[in-house]
C-alpha cells in the first residue's frame, strides 16, 4: 500500500510540473505575441507620425511648390490612420483597470453595460452624449456609438476593390474617459434633467445559486438614488426557407416493430464499435473472419497435439486406458479381507486396553478401529 500511495504521488507532482511548463509556456506565447504586436503598432504610429510631419515641413518650406500628399501609396487614404492602431494590443494590468473604473466602484463588476448613455470627457466629440455599443473589458474601454470616428486605412482584400480603402470606424474609448448620463427628478423644482453621475456604487447583491448568475443594483452615493439598467430588445426570431417547421418536428416518422431493429444499423455502428465483442449484431463478414479465427485456432491446437515425443505418447495411452477401464469396484475376496483387516484391528485394541468381547460397549474406546462386523471370526481363547 505504500508503494502504491508513494507512485500516486509521484505520478500527481509530475503532472503538476507539466501543467506548469505548459502554462509558462502558454504565458510566454502570448507575453511574446503581445509584445511583437505593441512593437508594430509603435511602428505604425511613427511612421504616421512621420508622414504628418514631413508634410507640414514641405508645406512651410515649399509653399506651392509641395509634393502632393493626395498621391502615391497613402494618396486615397491621406490623414487616415493604419489598420494596427484601431484598437491597443497590451492588456492592462489589475491596478490599471481598477484605476480606469475607479468611479464605478471596481473593475470586479462594472456598473456600465450596453445600452447606457455617456457623455464623452476628452477627445474631438468632448461634450456630446450617446449610447453604448460595446463593453471591452479586456482593456477596460467601450464604444460609443457615432462618437469618436476616425478614419481607418484598411487593406483592399479586406473592403474590396471597388470599395474605398478608408472607413469611419468609431476607435474605442477608455471608461475613464466617460461618465454616465441618467435622467433626475429634482425634488425642489420636480423637473427632469439629464444628469452627469460621477460616482456609481453596487447595492444589493443577490448570488442565484442555480445559474450561476450574480445581480445588483447601481447606486448614487450621497443621493440614494437607483440608477435602473436599461432594457435589453427582445431577440426576434427570423424564419427562414430552410427552417423545419415544428408540426414537422413533431410528426412520428417512425414506428418500430418486430422485424427491425429500433434504430437503423448504421447509427448502430456510430454509438458502438463496429467489431466491438460487447455487440449482439455484426456483419456477415465479420462473423466470418470471427470464425475462421477460431478454426485457425483449433487447427493450431490439433497440429501442436499431433507432435509429441514417444514419452509423452505412452503417457497419453496409459490415462486413456485409466479413463477406459474406470474406476475399480471392490469384490466379494475384496470385502472378506478387509473385514479381516479391520477385526484384527479391533482385537488388538482390546487386548491393548485389557478388555474382552463380553464387557459392555460403552467401556470400549471410541476408536476408528472399533467397528463391529458380523463376518469377522471371534477371537481366539486365551
Known sequence: MQKILKRVATAERVAAKRKTARDRQAFNKNRFAEVDEVKYQRSELAQDFGRAKQAIRDDWHLGPNAPNANIGQYGPTHGAISEARYQIAASLRDHQKEARCAWLGGATNLNITVGDRVVLLEGPDKGRIGKITDVQKQTMEVIVGGLNKSNIRMPVQFVGKDKPPGIAIELPIPISAVRLVHPIRDPNTGETKDVIINQLRHSGFFHDRISGQVRWSRLVPGLNVTIPWPSKPAKEATDHKVDTLRID?????????????????DVIDELRNKYSRFRTRHEP???????AAVQADKDRARLMDSMRTPLQDFHRAERDRKKKKGKPRLSVDMLEEIGKVIARNRERTLNAAGLSDDAPAAAVPPTSATIETTDAPPPPSS
Not at 410528426?251 to 434504430?263: I, S
Not at 463478414?285 to 470471427?290: E, P, T
Open 249 to 265: 418536428v413533431e410528426e412520428r416518422t417512425f414506428v418500430p416493430t418486430l422485424l427491425r431493429p429500433p434504430m437503423p444499423e
Open 285 to 291: 463478414d465479420y462473423i466470418a473472419a470471427r470464425e
